[in-house]
């Protein structure tokens, strides 16, 4: 009787020690999972302010471009607007 509590008590602490191990690994790969997910994030966020910090000299000088557009709209006859100036462009 004593021998099958011995073989149960230590069946157990196998299966014990295994079960540490198996949780210490599934610790770790949800470690890295959170590493790599936080690198993804930085990289995705980064990526983007770099795209708009590089894009913003272009964005400016269109928006530059549709502020001369407009004001040459603006200072176009009123009457006619773009049309009368081009039919008197084409003398119709």
Request: charged share 20%; no cysteine; glycine share 12%.
């Amino acid at each position: 009787m004593e021998s099958d509590i011995k073989e149960l008590l230590r069946k157990n602490l196998e299966v014990s020690e295994r079960t540490l191990q198996l949780v210490q690994k599934m610790h770790r790969a949800v470690l890295w999972g959170r590493f790599f997910t936080l690198l993804k994030w930085v990289i995705i966020i980064g990526g983007v302010a770099w795209g708009y910090l590089a894009i913003q000299p272009f964005l400016q000088q269109l928006l530059g471009l549709g502020q001369q557009v407009s004001g040459l709209q603006k200072s176009l006859p009123s009457a006619g607007g773009l049309d009368g100036v081009l039919k008197s462009f084409l003398g119709k």
